[in-house]
């Protein structure tokens, strides 16, 4: 079996994929202990957040995910132990200082953009980041990630028709799971296809690939940060995917039927990636499973230090509200110990 992955890129995507994972059911646990209060996790997304993170240089492009995107933090240098602080609401959460839901990510050194509650506030700010890139003469480009019910707010089409106008370095991301939280794709937008729209913002023919096939993914993500990085105008990748659980920790999922939810449940892009590393090579099965023994084990244990972890004070009720406010402090110490900017594959393990 031919892959556009090296073995090296291949190894490190499937750790931060399980991983990702493994943070996801961890995250369900504690929702339905009553210790995490609402829970967005991304399962079936975990290939299509991991790969297309893969492509960009940490540290130097800008990243804009949704609160959906676990994968993309972790693949850029978030902890499991961060987002276990977040999701519980605690003090040393470096994100937010526990005032936040969840998976909303901010981290100035890793260059994530602060994740908005608000479907599709985030992508002009993606935009704004490109345009600032584009006046410094960096050679940096923005990615923003959302999900398909995203494609209907005027902030998107407004982002875009600014992105293609100013021919700015930026690249769209859509994951495609067919629900914009209880709605069908076919009830909120026409035609089948978010990618079709890029022509119509001058950024010629988008691309649409399978969002559970890791060499697609990551295939369609660099010819669209390339294409960037030259100056040759924003791109859009629209990555379709599984939405394998609820759309939340509070949804029943009942407009879904028995046989759409096997189906997506079919479609496991953690199994599939899985396989396609032991068919070409890459590892061993047995080798594949003690990698994911150990990932759990390491993740069940930053979930239990974070539960630990003390709430915040009334005394911070007011604090990073103005500037001039110390920086947070467990936020500064992660900072330091964060690797240096670099590749997706160069990074070392980081412990959960």
Request: aromatic share 6%; proline share 5%.
């Amino acid at each position: 079996m031919t892959s556009t992955l090296d073995p090296t890129l291949a190894r490190r995507a499937l750790r931060v994929v399980l991983t990702t994972r493994a943070v996801d059911e961890r995250l369900w646990i504690l929702a339905r202990q009553g210790r995490a209060g609402f829970v967005l996790t991304p399962r079936g997304h975990e290939v299509a957040q991991v790969l297309s993170t893969a492509a960009l240089r940490r540290g130097v492009d800008w990243a804009w995910p949704y609160y959906r995107d676990l994968g993309v933090g972790l693949a850029l240098g978030v902890t499991p132990y961060e987002l276990f602080l977040s999701a519980l609401a605690r003090a040393d959460d470096p994100h937010s200082g526990g005032r936040q839901l969840s998976s909303h990510l901010s981290s100035p050194s890793l260059r994530i953009g602060s994740v908005s509650s608000e479907v599709a506030a985030h992508v002009p700010h993606a935009v704004g980041t490109a345009y600032a890139s584009w006046v410094r003469g960096e050679d940096a480009v923005s990615v923003c990630w959302f999900g398909d019910g995203a494609t209907s707010e005027g902030a998107v089409h407004e982002a875009m028709n600014v992105a293609g106008v100013q021919r700015l370095p930026v690249v769209f991301v859509c994951e495609h799971n067919g629900y914009a939280i209880s709605v069908p794709s076919d009830r909120q937008v026409a035609g089948d296809s978010f990618a079709g729209r890029a022509d119509a913002y001058g950024m010629g023919r988008g691309a649409s690939v399978d969002g559970c096939d890791a060499d697609a993914v990551f295939a369609a993500m660099s010819v669209a940060l390339d294409r960037a990085r030259r100056g040759d105008g924003p791109a859009v990748v629209e990555l379709r995917v599984p939405r394998i659980t609820p759309h939340s920790s509070q949804d029943d999922d009942s407009y879904r039927t028995e046989d759409e939810v096997a189906a997506a449940a079919a479609r496991d892009p953690v199994d599939r990636l899985r396989r396609e590393v032991v068919e070409r090579g890459v590892a061993t099965k047995e080798e594949v499973d003690a990698l994911d023994e150990r990932i759990h084990t390491s993740v069940a244990a930053a979930a239990a230090r974070a539960v630990e972890a003390p709430e915040p004070t009334l005394e911070r009720a007011r604090r990073w509200l103005l500037a001039g406010d110390e920086p947070h402090e467990h936020r500064s110490a992660l900072d330091a110990a964060r690797p240096a900017p670099g590749v997706f594959a160069d990074d070392p393990e980081v412990d959960a």
